[in-house]
């Protein structure tokens, strides 16, 4: 293993400077990510900044009505607390369909938004990887590429994002809190990872050495019926095949409010804006919630492996949206 240093900064002012001021440098925080990558070689800072113990692990409820969530909240603290099983069930139902227990106990909410690919020639050196070697090519679009993207990937990167815990807050428009050298600034959680495009080891739309200090939920009453339907290879402990997140506000009948995200589509959460559209203001069936997650996944580009993706993802909207309104949402 290659040596490395490795710093405890005092606050969140101490971890931006180290970031700051050495190119090299990595904040590490439960480490569930970033430590297997650097075992690989795949990642090989030659600083590791601690940001794990700093005071940010907070959950408090906020006096409009949302939640905040400090970026080293653990990924189970998270999704035990009362309010989040009270108010946002997508939240809790998306942390706990992730990893395991003890990698739950571990995992932070910054370090879940910030993981990389689980992309298999990614994790191996010996593969072309435009994302961990920017040039090399794409060993996965010749290769196995099951469980890769259906959208938006680019001839550089067919990559999806592995996070659960990213397409729930997708959903409910979170917005993540960063503290980088020129002060402190506000992303929304959709706006936070990037398309592959031309720069594929370009994840994030946040600057090198930005810190997420926190996440924001804003209030979302309807939220308190909403659900996360995640199909994987076995009943635990695996990665995303596909994924949804979803939240419905029927009046009458008729659809008030929906707001549906996908995972294991594409290079970042995906937000099913074109879907939302097909349903907001009808009166809600299955058949119209097919109908919508069509409008979504015609713009679907499948990989050689993955076709199934487009009629699984349509499945999981209708089963997900058809349960809410069973439920009286
Ligand atoms: C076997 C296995 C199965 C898994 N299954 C799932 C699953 O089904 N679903 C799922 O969503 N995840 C899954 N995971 C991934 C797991 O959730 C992540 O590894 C974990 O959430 C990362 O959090 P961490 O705190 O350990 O991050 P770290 O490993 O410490 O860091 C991850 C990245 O984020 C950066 N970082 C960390 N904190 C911050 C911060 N505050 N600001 C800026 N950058 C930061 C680090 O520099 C690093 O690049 C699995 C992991 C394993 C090993
Ligand atoms: S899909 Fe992206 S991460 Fe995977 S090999 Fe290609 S460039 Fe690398």
């Not at 590490?28 to 690989?40: F, R």
């Not at 909403?226 to 994987?232: P, T």
Request: one cysteine or more; charged letters at 25%; aromatic letters at 4%.
């Amino acid at each position: 293993m290659r040596a490395f240093r490795y710093r405890r900064p005092a606050d969140v002012a101490e971890a931006v400077a180290l970031l700051g001021a050495d190119p090299e440098a990595a904040y590490l925080a439960g480490g569930t990510n970033l430590v297997d990558l650097m075992k690989l070689g795949v990642q090989r800072p030659d600083l590791l900044v601690d940001v794990g113990r700093l005071p940010l692990d907070g959950i408090e409820e906020l006096p409009d009505g949302g939640l905040r969530v400090g970026a080293t909240a653990r990924n189970s603290d998270l999704a035990a607390h009362p309010v989040v099983r009270r108010d946002y069930p997508v939240l809790a139902r998306a942390l706990l369909a992730a990893a395991s227990g003890q990698l739950r106990n571990m995992a932070t909410t910054g370090g879940n938004l910030l993981q990389r690919t689980r992309c298999v020639y990614f994790q191996d050196t010996a593969k072309a990887c435009n994302k961990r070697e920017p040039g090399t090519g794409c060993a996965a679009r010749q290769g196995q590429n099951r469980d890769l993207a259906i959208l938006d990937w680019s001839e550089q990167c067919v990559a999806t994002h592995p996070s659960d815990l990213a397409v729930a807050l997708a959903a409910l428009d979170a917005v993540v809190e960063v503290v980088e050298v020129g002060g402190a600034r506000e992303v929304p959680v959709t706006e936070l990872h990037r398309s592959p495009g031309e720069h594929p080891e370009r994840e994030t739309t946040l600057p090198r050495g930005a810190l997420i200090t926190g996440v924001r939920i804003p209030p979302l009453p309807a939220a308190r019926r909403s659900a996360y339907l995640k199909v994987r290879d076995r009943a635990s402990f695996a990665f995303a095949v596909g994924s949804v997140a979803a939240v419905l506000e029927l009046d009458a009948g008729v659809v008030r409010d929906v707001r549906l995200a996908y995972g294991a589509v594409a290079h970042r959460p995906w937000r099913a804006y074109r879907a939302e559209a097909e349903l907001r203001g009808r009166p809600f069936t299955p058949e119209l919630a097919a109908l919508a997650a069509d409008a979504e996944l015609n713009a679907a580009r499948p990989l050689r492996h993955n076709a199934f993706k487009v009629p699984l993802v349509r499945a999981i909207t209708v089963r997900a949206l058809t349960e809410l309104a069973e439920a009286g949402a």
